[in-house]
Nanobody, 119 residues
Framework: QVQLVESGGGLVQAGGSLRLSCAAS????????MAWYRQAPGKQRELVAS???????NYADSLKGRFTISRDNTKNTVYLQMNSLKPEDTAVYYC?????????????WGQGTQVTVSS
């Protein structure tokens, strides 16, 4: 069984930084693209950033320059470094990944980690 487990969320003041981590575990053969999404109260879930297995990255235009996505393929882990945080960054952040096991390929979501930015 495959799981994505996020960590690193919390409460931070505006202007501060947080680093989120998401580790994939289970009977994994290959991890493809990984991404971070976020969902603020009353809003739709939106893409924050994605990273291909080879390292190519993509960001939401509004977040370029403040957020950085990276991955460690040896650990099946994706990271999101968030700098200069603003109150509008407050949301639940979800990890998403395409994972191939010995029997199937599927997309998986993590359980989410809360990020709260106070003004």
């Amino acid at each position: 069984q495959v799981q994505l487990v996020e960590s690193g969320g919390g409460l931070v003041q505006a202007g501060g930084s947080l680093r989120l981590s998401c580790a994939a575990s289970g009977s994994i053969f290959r991890v493809g693209a990984m991404a971070w999404y976020r969902q603020a109260p009353g809003k739709q879930r939106e893409l924050v950033a994605s990273i291909a297995s080879g390292g190519t990255t993509n960001y939401a235009d509004s977040l370029k320059g403040r957020f950085t996505i990276s991955r460690d393929n040896t650990k099946n882990t994706v990271y999101l470094q968030m700098n200069s945080l603003k109150p509008e960054d407050t949301a639940v952040y979800y990890c998403h990944a395409g994972i191939t096991t010995m029997t199937s390929s599927n997309y998986y979501w993590g359980q989410g980690t809360q990020v709260t930015v106070s003004s």
